[in-house]
């Protein structure tokens, strides 16, 4: 579902400009040096009149007018340089902010968790990441110091040409005024048209992502044209939005410049007219004219960077939703643990996290709901986990297991209740620090396009190859590696795709082995895997997850060799607890309580 078009927030964007504070002494410059050009071009005009004058009019020698032609030459050099500074520090402003951007845009990212990106459209976000940011260049580069300097440098010529000859400057005044009154009306539609435009943008990225990620499932069930049409659609969309967005930004342009036309015309009458009756000399009305296009031109170039700039602004709409965000906004921007965190703030007091190894994990009461649902997925959850206790946490799909292990990994806040270590608040602990104790195997493992080895390595970059390879035999991947043409240096695609599902489960079990932590979480890890290959792989594991705590959240057990409590979860609260060493934990049955048990 596309979200609603943000609506228009005026030329300049006050949150934006914060985000600019930092690099504000690079804007200053580039205005400062912007007006050291309007300087030399108001020295231009004076120094051309005067040469003319004393030319025609005076029938003055080339020796006269040498120290007027170094002086004309000099102020082309000082309007040249200045808009070459002018440039250079415009860019250095916006590539400052760009990235400042994108870093604070990947910690609200990685404190919200997945549980966010769950709910977000990958491509939307992605988009808006990557070339929404990159189109902002504009915005900071160009239309902010321009939009300035329309304020500023039509004032210093219009004080110049009123000196001279006011009536010239009543009728620039006049003129000038309109342009503004046009840019707020045409700006207004330009913002609109930009919003709708982007999210045209937006969707289709988010629509051609999903597609391309749904494409095997479309391709199974015959629905590869029924995708391809959505994406037709959106495609029309978007060229339509951008045509309308296209319309509104050439009649912007067509009604600035006859404005300036009109204006400048009139300035040149008049100025005839008074050439012809001698009451203006031939210099002043020549530095006049060429100051009068000038007056326009700042007024003109601010309309044509807004429309240029606009998609970046429109784009910065969504970015800066997820970066201002009320509940997350301090966290976010003071870094550190917060930026790790769930988006609680700023842990300006944070405690000394005990050792996970040595530490009861305890779930405290602990409520989660999430929006749309009307019951919690987790209702008063309380569960001990004592150090080196293999606990497995059984039920139904939507029991709320997944949650559970969700709250302890620090991806999902509990709504009501708290989850402690060693009698320490995780909400007062660093995330970052408990979390470096915690290897977790989802249900679904993300592999990310490299080769086998640097997708085991993820979890432990600084592993030796005697580790690596060591977790290899201990997840029973040395026949997979066997078998691969290049091993360990074969590349598995993006997602993993060309492995199977067990194969990527299996090393997402060597990745949790590489990481050599006190801690493990295990989501649904054999759920690929049949009896035979699950009975091998647990009798590999076993000694290594002896003397860890483990939580192993599954529809059946078997991995975990011996299991010290099962928890049953029905509805997001435990019904069911019992202690027992169990070899294999069979299917559940249909109540979602535990079938058959093997024992050791």
């Not at 110049?160 to 700006?187: Q, R, Y």
């Not at 979890?459 to 997840?475: F, G, I, K, L, M």
Request: hydrophobic fraction near 50%; include cysteine; charged fraction near 20%.
């Amino acid at each position: 579902m596309d979200r609603a078009v943000a609506p228009a927030r005026g030329p300049v964007d006050p949150r934006l400009i914060r985000r600019a504070a930092a690099t504000r002494h690079y804007l200053i410059g580039a205005v400062a040096v912007g007006l050291v050009g309007t300087a030399a071009l108001v020295a231009q005009a004076v120094l051309l009149g005067a040469i003319v004058q004393k030319v025609l009019i005076g029938h003055a020698g080339v020796a006269r007018t040498v120290p007027l032609l170094v002086g004309l030459a000099a102020a082309f050099a000082v309007r040249g340089l200045s808009a070459w500074a002018g440039e250079v520090a415009a860019h250095r402003t916006s590539s400052r902010v760009t990235s400042t951007l994108r870093r604070q845009l990947l910690a609200r990212a990685v404190g919200l968790g997945p549980s966010w990106l769950a709910g977000e459209r990958t491509g939307e976000l992605a988009t808006s990441a990557t070339q929404g940011i990159d189109a902002l260049d504009a915005y900071f580069a160009r239309y902010l110091p321009t939009a300035v300097l329309a304020a500023l440098t039509p004032v210093v010529l219009l004080a110049w040409i009123v000196a001279d000859d006011w009536f010239s400057a009543v009728i620039l005044v006049v003129t000038a005024a309109v342009i503004p009154l046009f840019m707020i009306l045409l700006g207004l539609e330009a913002t609109r048209s930009a919003s709708r435009q982007w999210e045209r943008l937006s969707g289709l990225a988010a629509t051609f992502y999903d597609l391309l990620q749904g494409l095997p499932t479309l391709r199974a069930f015959g629905r590869a044209d029924a995708g391809r049409a959505t994406l037709e659609r959106a495609n029309r969309e978007l060229r339509d939005e951008t045509m309308s967005t296209l319309k509104v930004a050439f009649l912007s342009s067509l009604a600035l410049e006859t404005l300036a036309s009109v204006g400048t015309a009139l300035v040149a009458l008049f100025l005839g007219l008074r050439l012809l009756n001698g009451t203006l000399d031939v210099g002043t009305a020549l530095a006049i004219l060429v100051l009068a296009p000038e007056v326009y031109l700042p007024l003109r170039r601010a309309g044509a960077e807004f429309h240029a700039s606009a998609e970046g602004r429109a784009a910065a709409e969504r970015i800066l939703d997820v970066l201002d965000d009320a509940d997350v906004k301090a966290g976010v921007m003071a870094g550190g643990d917060a930026a790790q965190g769930t988006g609680r703030g700023d842990r300006r007091h944070v405690r000394l996290l005990p050792d996970p190894a040595t530490s009861t994990v305890r779930l405290d009461q602990v409520t989660v709901r999430f929006p749309g649902r009307a019951v919690p997925v987790l209702d008063g959850v309380d569960l001990a986990l004592e150090p080196g206790a293999h606990v497995a946490v059984v039920g139904e799909s939507g029991s709320g297991k997944s949650t559970l292990l969700s709250v302890l990994l620090g991806f999902t806040e509990p709504d009501r209740g708290d989850v402690r270590v060693g009698g320490a608040r995780l909400a007062d602990c660093s995330l970052r620090d408990w979390r470096a104790g915690v290897a977790w195997v989802p249900q679904r493992p993300n592999l990310v396009r490299g080769t086998l080895e640097d997708n085991l390595r993820l979890s432990n970059p600084d592993a030796t190859d005697a580790e690596v390879v060591r977790a290899v035999e201990r997840c029973g991947l040395d026949g997979l590696v066997a078998r691969l043409a290049d091993g360990m240096t074969t590349p598995v695609g993006e997602g993993g795709l060309t492995l199977s599902a067990g194969e990527r489960q299996r090393i997402a079990l060597g990745r949790a082995v590489l990481r050599d932590v006190p801690v493990v979480l295990l989501d649904e890890p054999t759920a690929h895997l049949d009896t035979g290959r699950e009975d091998s792989l647990r009798e590999l594991l076993a000694p290594w997850l002896e003397g860890r705590t483990v939580v192993m959240a599954a529809h059946r057990g078997g991995l975990v060799g011996r299991v010290d409590r099962t928890v049953t979860l029905v509805s997001g609260q435990v019904v069911e607890t019992g202690p027992g060493e169990l070899d294999r934990v069979g299917p559940l049955g249909p109540s979602g309580t535990l079938g058959a048990r093997v024992p050791r």
